[in-house]
């Protein structure tokens, strides 16, 4: 999340909407985001015993927690593109997706 917050200059303009999802709670996510500096919302899958996360295959079984993941979901809801575990980590395949997708519209 410290390294899309970081990219966030690259999104104006491109018409979209960052948001994290977590499984902590809403607390929890406050005092990540804050201590990171992360200016985008996070929400809480807490409520829902991680029902999201698990519903857009987030979920490692096997280790009973949410994987790291980016997804772009375009205006009709679909996923466009998507970064998983390590490669999540850097998002500027994200981003470019982003920046590309304004320069065709």
């Given at each position: 999340m410290q390294n899309l917050q970081?990219?966030?200059a690259?999104?104006?303009g491109t018409d979209t909407q960052v948001l994290g999802v977590?499984?902590?709670s809403p607390f929890a996510n406050k005092a990540f985001a804050d201590s990171l500096g992360v200016q985008f919302p996070i929400a809480s899958d807490w409520f829902n015993?991680?029902?999201t996360t698990k519903a857009f295959g987030a979920y490692s079984e096997k280790n009973r927690v949410a994987r790291r993941v980016n997804f772009l979901i375009d205006k009709e809801g679909k996923i466009a593109e998507i970064?998983?575990?390590s490669?999540?980590?850097d998002p500027t395949k994200i981003v470019n997706a982003c920046k590309?997708?304004?320069l065709k519209s």
């Amino acid at each position: 999340m410290q390294n899309l917050q970081k990219q966030m200059a690259e999104l104006e303009g491109t018409d979209t909407q960052v948001l994290g999802v977590s499984m902590d709670s809403p607390f929890a996510n406050k005092a990540f985001a804050d201590s990171l500096g992360v200016q985008f919302p996070i929400a809480s899958d807490w409520f829902n015993n991680g029902a999201t996360t698990k519903a857009f295959g987030a979920y490692s079984e096997k280790n009973r927690v949410a994987r790291r993941v980016n997804f772009l979901i375009d205006k009709e809801g679909k996923i466009a593109e998507i970064q998983l575990d390590s490669e999540a980590i850097d998002p500027t395949k994200i981003v470019n997706a982003c920046k590309a997708r304004k320069l065709k519209s």
